[in-house]
């Protein structure tokens, strides 16, 4: 099992302010990725980085992959009340039969006006 | 448009019954996942399959089996329903990866054991 840990589970904060999110493990990952899950919906990617070291920016929101390839990290700019939602880590592992996307537990946003 | 769908949205069962969850894929995606859903517990591997017929267990494969007879379509089977399998079920498929591909989900199945 190659687990993700995600930190901070939950966050409440006001609009305007910055936010990280993290997610860790012990394992190396050929690449990470960061979804974003509606209620009642399932989850929608938002960012693949596959380097070590990596740096991905999507408007207010800048992905980092460790330079081990084993954590990355989610910073949100300015937050705001459309940011609100449960924010995923998944990393991708090669086996000798198939690949496989492993979760960690989440991190759920709210942004208040 | 691409689509991922999941047979039922909410399913309410008894307490060792055996439950069929379907999940269809119009996207010619060799990967297929099943995962089920619990506070903060995020998302845990059932089974995932990356051909048909071929199928390897995820993190939490007990209680549950898997069908793949055709490449679009991927069933999970809890052989006798318990109440600690009452949980929010999510299907997803992708193109095999090689740099990461996007995993595609379906909208969830809401099972309820009693």
């Known amino acids: 099992t190659q687990l993700l840990e995600q930190s901070p589970q939950f966050l409440s904060i006001q609009e305007g302010e910055n936010l990280t999110v993290y997610c860790n493990s012990s394992?190396?990952?050929?690449?990470l990725q960061w979804y974003r899950q509606e209620p009642g919906e399932g989850p929608v990617l938002l960012v693949t980085?596959?380097?070590?070291?990596e740096v991905k920016k999507l408007k207010r929101l800048t992905f980092q992959f460790g330079d081990a390839r084993k954590d990355s990290s989610l910073h949100i700019t300015a937050a705001q009340p459309g940011d609100t939602g449960l924010y995923l880590c998944?990393?991708?592992?090669?086996?000798?039969?198939?690949?496989?996307?492993?979760f960690g537990g989440g991190t759920r946003l709210m942004v208040k006006p | 448009d691409v689509k991922v769908t999941q047979s039922s949205r909410y399913l309410v069962k008894r307490t060792g019954e055996k439950v069929f969850l379907e999940c269809v894929q119009d996207m010619d995606h060799e990967n297929m996942f099943w995962y089920r859903q619990d506070p903060g517990l995020g998302l845990r591997l059932i089974y995932f399959?990356?051909?048909?017929?071929?199928?390897e267990k995820g993190d939490i494969p007990e209680g549950y089996s898997v069908s793949r007879e055709k490449k679009e379509r991927f069933s999970l089977i809890l052989e006798s329903a318990s109440t600690n399998q009452t949980s929010m079920y999510l299907c997803a498929s992708s193109f095999p990866q090689v740099g990461g591909r996007e995993a595609f989900f379906g909208q969830g199945t809401r099972l309820t054991v009693v």
């Open positions: 998944a990393g991708w592992s090669m086996l000798d039969a198939g690949n496989m996307l492993t």
């Open positions: 394992s190396v990952f050929s690449s």
């Open positions: 980085v596959v380097t070590g070291g």
């Open positions: 399959s990356y051909d048909v017929k071929m199928k």
